[in-house]
């Protein structure tokens, strides 16, 4: 798949479930971004990553919203969660607040192509129709 618009295509419509809170912008046959918007509850008895219909994803976290705990967490649980480097994370949005937008950066290789970081993004969240 070396076409920039098949790739676009594809990832909307493999990811399109997930309404607006994750953004897919494809940069070139190698190389796209996700943005994910979610809300973040810390001290939690574990870290899971969860989509809801209603409320979209809800990120649960074991460190406590102290001293940016909570956000190294977060990227270092959702990086290992993705397939991708922590280099590859950034907090856009919400350093000090629950609601946060993250953006992760995709490189594709032979090993870890397009169909090998859908399957780990997907297999990362629990979905959900409850409220």
Do not use: W
Not at 57 to 85: H, M, Q, W, Y
């Amino acid at each position: 798949m070396k076409n920039i618009h098949d790739i676009s295509d594809k990832l909307n419509q493999e990811l399109a479930i997930y309404n607006s809170d994750l953004k897919v912008d494809v940069v070139n046959s190698t190389n796209f971004f996700l943005t994910l918007d979610l809300k973040v509850k810390p001290q939690a008895h574990r870290n899971k990553l969860s989509y809801f219909r209603d409320r979209g994803f809800i990120l649960e976290l074991v460190a406590p919203p102290v001293d940016g705990e909570a956000n190294e967490c977060l990227i270092r649980f959702l990086t290992k969660s993705f397939g991708v480097s922590q280099g590859q994370a950034e907090l856009l949005k919400g350093h000090k607040s629950k609601q946060k937008s993250v953006r992760f950066e995709f490189n594709l290789k032979p090993e870890k192509n397009f169909e090998y970081f859908i399957k780990k993004i997907k297999d990362s969240i629990s979905f959900s129709d409850e409220k």
